[in-house]
């Protein structure tokens, strides 16, 4: 795993002088993200253990053994033959949002500057949201609960502030994506509310595992979003350049 994450890091310092590399591959990742589903659905069908999606959180099937009480919070049997591969799609989900971010941060950007603090601000906490995730991959809870919860945490909350800052500084200049980006982050705030207010809340505490799934895969709709919106428009510049030279 660690050869994936340098490799990631190789490919930035790569890309730092090609800007059109750069929305390429930004866009190519933000589009990689919601396949971490493909991985967790035979996941889920494949527990040795009986496993709720609805209840449980996604990092159960990232543990690496079979049993009860498997890390502190888990006072039932877990068993995810899977493990391997979740812990993979964790990493690489969250690797391909941080790498996006950084690739595409100039979409933040008004009309005529390459960079703008908002954008910046946006896809640095972009960044911390698919390391957070990536982390769950690198830390199982079985194995580092305390490194896994605690690294988890963040990506639960910064993508939030992410979306309103991007909102704003693409109002004017991109108030499709602009929509598209509150949206997104009104679904965020939503769900996250229910997070917090699950253990207050009776009954809601039984919707635990489908809430912190849609707080995860708004994140990977909005990129994918983002990513079409960033593929449209670069083919309408590449069409208007090439109309220019003939």
Known sequence: MSAVVLGC???????RRRPAARTIVGALAWTLGIAY??????AVAASAAPYDPLVQPMSDLGVTTCGTGTYPLADYAICSPW??????????????VALGAWCLHPVGARPGAHRSRRSILAATLLVTWGLSMASSGLFPADTHFWTHTLLAVPGMVVHIPALLVLRA????????LARWTGICATVSIATLTGVVAAPLVPGLG??????????YAVVWVWTLGVAA????????SAGAQHGRGT
């Open 9 to 15: 890091l190789a490919l930035c310092v790569a890309l």
């Open 37 to 42: 589903f493909a991985v967790e659905l035979p």
């Open 83 to 96: 493990h391997d591969a979740v812990n993979w799609a964790f990493l690489l989900s969250g690797l391909v």
């Open 169 to 176: 500084a693409l109002r004017d200049a991109r108030p499709g």
């Open 206 to 215: 039984e919707l635990g595992g489908l809430l912190q799934r849609l707080l």
């Open 229 to 236: 919106a960033t593929a449209v428009t670069a083919a309408r």
